[in-house]
């Protein structure tokens, strides 16, 4: 069975710095398309925040740009996201997301449609 697991969510002072972990099982990453991040703050609606494709190309919603950072490990069995200099408004449930289409049948964006339980980043100041 294909599943996600994020852990690492913590509370935070703003300025501070947090990595979250995402263990992928039963699931290649080499013969999808790709895996993403997003979040849901309380009373908002879930976003996109960074994104890896199958050739590593990454991407970034504007917000996090610079101070997170998106990569794979562990022969590809965990996706990392990596969050500098946080802020009040990075205050959210992070959730681990995966590509379900295989490579040939990619969309040109990453497209999730398998997701993890998410995990709570709270950053106060």
Same mark, same amino acid.
């Given at each position: ?7 690492? !969510?913590?509370? &935070? =002072?703003? !300025?501070?710095?947090?990595? /979250?972990?995402? !263990? &992928? ?14 979040? =849901? ?23 996090? =740009?610079?101070r997170?950072?998106?990569? /794979? ?5 965990? /996706? ?5 200099? /946080?802020?009040?408004?990075d205050?959210? &449930? ?30 106060s100041?």
């Amino acid at each position: 069975q294909e599943e996600l697991r994020e852990s690492g !969510g913590d509370s &935070v =002072q703003a !300025g501070g710095s947090l990595k /979250l972990s995402c !263990g &992928v099982f039963g699931y290649t990453f080499s013969n999808r398309c790709g895996m993403a991040w997003y979040r =849901q703050a309380p009373g908002k609606e879930r976003e996109f925040v960074s994104s890896i494709d199958r050739f590593r190309t990454t991407t970034y919603a504007d917000s996090v =740009q610079g101070r997170f950072t998106i990569s /794979l490990g562990n022969g590809d069995n965990t /996706l990392y996201l990596e969050m500098k200099n /946080l802020n009040t408004e990075d205050t959210a &449930v992070y959730f681990c997301a995966a590509d379900k289409n295989y490579y040939g049948y990619c969309n040109s964006k990453v497209t999730p449609a398998i997701w993890g339980q998410g995990t709570q980043v709270t950053v106060s100041s």
